[in-house]
């Protein structure tokens, strides 16, 4: 019953700066591992940025340095702070969760085990 909800995308300039956040209910932050993954129509689903031990997290190259990744264990949720958008960012943003076994590091989409529904941002020039 491990569910993840995104929302807080939305159309943008360049330039511009959007925060994407998920829910994340029937889980505990303890016991999961997190990250964020993106894809466009035709596409294969790609990692943008995720957790690995303790505070350290992972970015892809064409984020490293423009996105954040956090998290609020109080509030059980998790965030992605996306600044100076560009229109290569244009995709359907996904929150992913799978079970945290000792510790996370960096994982493929294949596994993960939850996703949430997406959440759409497109960038305009």
């Known amino acids: 019953q491990v569910q993840l909800v995104e929302s807080g995308g939305g159309s943008v300039q360049a330039g511009e700066s959007l925060r994407l956040s998920c829910e994340i209910n029937g889980w505990t932050y303890s016991t999961f591992c997190m990250g964020w993954f993106r894809q466009t129509p035709g596409k294969e689903r790609e990692g943008v940025a995720m957790f690995t031990w303790g505070d350290n997290s992972d970015y892809a190259d064409s984020v490293k340095g423009r996105f954040t990744i956090s998290r609020d264990s109080a509030k059980n949720a998790l965030y992605l702070e996306m600044n100076d958008l560009k229109p290569e960012d244009t995709a359907m943003y996904f929150c992913?969760?799978?079970?945290?076994?000792?510790?996370?590091?960096?994982?493929?989409?294949?596994?993960?085990?939850?996703w949430g529904q997406g959440t759409q941002v497109t960038v305009s020039s």
């Open positions: 992913a969760a799978r079970p945290k076994i000792g510790y996370c590091y960096v994982s493929p989409v294949t596994a993960f085990d939850y």
